[in-house]
């Protein structure tokens, strides 16, 4: 994109219109100026019943450029501060382990900002946040004719785990393995649990209700909600009905595939 100025609408307070200024390094308007270098994260929200831009630096600011909307996310999820490698990508690949038919390998760059990933093409740029990642490891698959090691990275999207592969020579694969690793291992909780608690939530993965819990594992509804408040207090399950009923965050799905390695004895990348 050459430097363009473009009408969008900002919000401060209120929705107005304003000139914005894109070049290759910054983004301008009234008085004010971002450095791409300086932005933290990028997504497509919305935000006061408009679809919008919202860009993080050290606060958030949202505009709305209209139709020209895609081309300018396109540009800034290109061009902000980011670590970038050269990969093919299928994205997504399996979305509640089922293959995605119509998926295709594109050819583009993994993208690592400090919030997110990014799988980014001319066509598309996805944004997967960090603490949405709930596994990452080697995997087999046939590109083209030939076997291949890729990298599966799993993640959960609207309560799903969708899957996607990233193809790149060796070297980058173990780079972004031991990366992609480092964050998974922040996201665990410091406490181990017992074999029960991991039950539960794999029990609650598999879409169990508290009654069926309680019924198949033969306690109580008091020892459950204990159980329940301390994977809530862990960061690893959220409460979402009156009657303690929870669904699992990231961190907790993460366990639920650590311990199903261990049932199965499970080979890891």
């Known amino acids: 994109m050459p430097e363009t100025k473009l009408i969008a609408e900002f919000f401060e307070q209120n929705w107005k219109k304003v000139e914005v200024l894109i070049t290759e390094k910054s983004l301008v308007w009234e008085k004010s100026k971002i450095d791409f270098r300086e932005v933290a994260d990028l997504e497509i929200v919305q935000h ?4 919008c831009i919202r ?13 020209k909307q895609k081309q300018v996310f396109r540009f800034l999820a290109f061009n ?18 089922v ?5 295709k390998w594109e050819k583009g760059y993994f993208s690592i900002t400090e919030s997110a990933v990014w799988f980014l093409s001319p066509e598309r740029q996805i944004r997967v946040p960090l603490n949405t990642i709930g596994s990452v490891n080697k995997d087999t698959r046939t590109v083209g004719d030939k076997s291949r090691v890729v990298l599966s990275l799993s993640h959960m999207e609207n309560k799903e785990v969708v899957t996607s592969f990233i193809l790149c020579p060796e070297t980058t694969l173990e780079l972004l393995l031991d990366y992609l690793r480092r964050i998974l291992e922040q996201q665990k909780p410091k406490e181990k649990l017992s074999d029960i608690e991991e039950q539960i939530l ?3 993965y598999t879409g169990l209700d508290s009654s069926n819990i309680e019924s198949v594992l033969g306690i109580s509804t008091e020892e459950l909600n204990k159980i329940y408040d301390k994977f809530v207090n862990l960061g690893i399950a959220k409460v979402v009905k009156i009657r ?3 669904e699992l965050t990231p961190k ?18």
């Open 80 to 97: 902000i501060k980011s670590d970038k490698f050269a990969v093919y990508f299928l994205s997504p690949a399996l979305r509640g382990g």
């Open 252 to 269: 907790g799905v993460v366990i639920v595939s650590e311990s199903a390695k261990k049932l199965g004895g499970g080979k890891s990348g």
């Open 244 to 246: 303690k009923e929870i």
């Open 55 to 67: 860009i993080r630096r050290e606060k958030d600011y949202y505009f709305n450029f209209g139709e």
């Open 202 to 204: 794999t029990m609650v």
């Open 48 to 51: 006061v019943q408009k679809e």
């Open 99 to 103: 293959l995605v038919s119509n998926s």
